[in-house]
């Protein structure tokens, strides 16, 4: 980059300090273009399921950052990252959201850029002085230096060099793998449609707000006491077998039970909450038919053994830093895609897993609703609450955010993770604002 | 339009009007009465959506999930909805058949919703599958079809 937007004598070390984040990063449009910047022109960012584009030509659009981008499946079945942008005038490439190419014909002049984002062809090319060659590369479609799959999971890079996927990724491999061998055929697809809602907010607030353990006590207080004092019960039959009223119900623990959850932060950034079923806080599945016939296809293809420890797992609210949440257990992921600095976009998606019964895609369908839809009984209050803070904020009077709860607690716990707290605290905000203080300040 | 379906066609409208003003009015426990015992409230995530188990939707509720939806509008503390945002429900370009032995009303919405300084506007085309139930009609199926599915929301916390 010719501008380094670095220099405007931010002191990042200062405004990321351990025990809070300076108000600024959250509503201070220069930080925002910093950010763009070295973290998500840098870092490795999640931008598609491989189910997405399986065959060559496949595309699906999306963003790194405020960078829209292109995922596409090349000829020899590579993936690629190609900026929307046509490199004639500028103009948006692709509008609808996903599709099949052969090339990439922009609506405006026609230049036409082939799978790999290299320039094909430009009317009237004759025109031109003899210095413009269609092979010349500058002329393609910016391409991300780094795309890797992790079993499925596609992330790119924008910067050449930078840590290797999986180290990145760090234990949250843990949480990935899960979900694709929860799948008794090995595979899993993005299916049943997503959701896109947006808020009035900074994007780190929803990585920030996931796994605090204190929040759903009083945030998700209406719909907790709601379920709790509910005495009908759905026709199971119909589209929701208890899943509603049960995600409802479940943010209704004690700040005592909350507090034997165990809090993993990495410092990569990541986290996810730990210890609900060996806590006895969410009691495993009671097991129905569905879940009988689905445990013994996993048992077919893993063994007994194994595929106790996959449905076991214990891991809830798994954050890939900056922008992933995979949900193992329902089968679902969240996207954060900042727009702007007080604006952002999230996605939800679920998985179909191969070899499972339908009604285990169905029950997923309805997790995914119940906790991403525009219209969740439960997400409409976090986002509320985004909202809420984003104008706070954005008043000025307060300099700096407080995440000193369980501070002193944050302890180093070996090779699985940077840090772990057993008890309530804001460790997994802290794990965020150390990678971030550290992706922001690096040159 | 003979004279039989004009009377039918009047019914229903002043029926899809009433539902409004039950919504616009915040008397959701009456909006609830007006669902048959098996009634569902369907929002789909696409105009072409088939069934609610395949495809995720914004909101597919039966009377007893519904039920829920409704008792946590009136909590207090509500955050997406507290305060509530005045509504209005404005129903028009009605048709009304008769099929099966079941009353199937298309109609469009507009809801413009003000919540303190924010205005949010939803619009769509809705299905009514009434049946009918003393000398008015019960719903069997209310389904919306937003022009907003399948795009980017805002939070959606009022029935619409
Ligand atoms: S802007 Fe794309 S061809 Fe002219
Ligand atoms: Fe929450």
Known sequence: ?443 | MNLQLLTLHHAVSAFLAYEAELLDGRDFHGWLDLFEEDGVYWVPTSRDQADMKNQVSIMAEDKALLGLRVERLGHPHAYSIEPYPATVHLVGNITVREENGQIVARSKLIVEELREDRPTRWGGSVTHTLRRRGDGFGIVLKRVDLIQAGGTFTPISIPL
């Not at chain 1, 509910?230 to 409802?248: A, E, F, N, W, Y």
């Open chain 1, 1 to 443: 980059m010719n501008d380094q937007p670095g220099n405007f004598n931010i002191d990042i070390a200062d405004v990321a300090r351990d025990e809070g984040m300076g108000a600024r990063a959250y509503t201070d449009p220069v930080i925002f273009d910093l950010e763009m910047e070295r973290i998500f022109r840098r870092a490795w960012i999640f931008v598609g399921h491989e189910s997405q584009v399986r065959k060559p030509g496949d595309f699906c659009r999306t963003r790194m950052g405020v960078d829209e981008v292109l995922l596409v499946r090349q000829q020899d079945g590579s993936l690629r990252v190609l900026s929307n942008a046509c490199t004639h005038r500028g103009t948006r490439l692709c509008a609808g959201s996903s599709g099949s190419a052969i090339s990439f014909v922009c609506p405006y002049h026609a230049w036409a850029f082939g799978l790999d984002g290299k320039l094909k062809f430009v009317p009237d090319v004759q025109s031109y002085p003899a210095s413009f060659t269609i092979s010349d590369p500058s002329l393609g479609l910016k391409s991300a230096p780094r795309v890797e799959s992790y079993r499925g999971f596609v992330f790119a890079s924008l910067a050449p060099d930078g840590p290797a996927l999986t180290d990145f990724l760090g234990p949250m491999t843990d949480a990935i793998d899960n979900l694709v061998d929860r799948a008794p055929g090995g595979e899993i697809e993005i299916a049943g449609g997503s959701f896109r809602v947006r808020y009035p907010g900074n994007w780190k607030l929803h990585h920030e707000n996931a796994n605090d353990t204190v929040h759903p006590s009083f945030v998700h207080e209406s719909s907790v006491s709601t379920a709790n004092k509910s005495k009908v019960d759905p026709d199971p039959r119909l589209i929701d077998r208890g899943q509603t009223k049960g995600m409802m119900a479940s943010n209704g623990l004690t700040p005592k039970d909350w507090n034997a959850i165990e809090l993993n932060g990495m410092a990569q950034g990541h986290s996810f909450m730990g210890g609900f079923y060996k806590a006895g806080l969410l009691s495993r599945q009671t097991e129905d038919e569905v879940m009988r016939t689905y445990r013994e296809a996993l048992e077919a293809t893993h063994g007994v053994q194994k595929a106790a420890d996959i449905l076991g797992m214990d891991r809830f609210n798994n954050l890939v830093w900056p922008t992933l949440n995979v949900n193992a257990q329902f089968h679902q992921i969240r996207v954060v895609h900042p727009v702007s600095v007080n604006e952002t976009i999230l996605e939800g998606y679920c998985f179909r897993l191969a070899g499972a019964p339908d009604e285990i895609f169905h029950r997923a369908v309805r997790f995914l609703g119940a906790l991403v839809s525009p219209a969740s009984m439960i997400f409409s209050d976090d986002l509320e609450i985004f909202g809420r803070v984003q104008r706070g904020l954005e008043s000025g009077v307060l300099p700096r955010l407080d995440s000193r709860r369980g501070i002193e607690k944050d302890a180093p716990a070996g090779e699985d993770c940077s840090y772990r707290s057993t008890t309530s605290s804001e460790l997994p905000i802290r794990s965020q604002l150390r990678a971030w203080r550290e992706w922001m300040i690096a040159q």
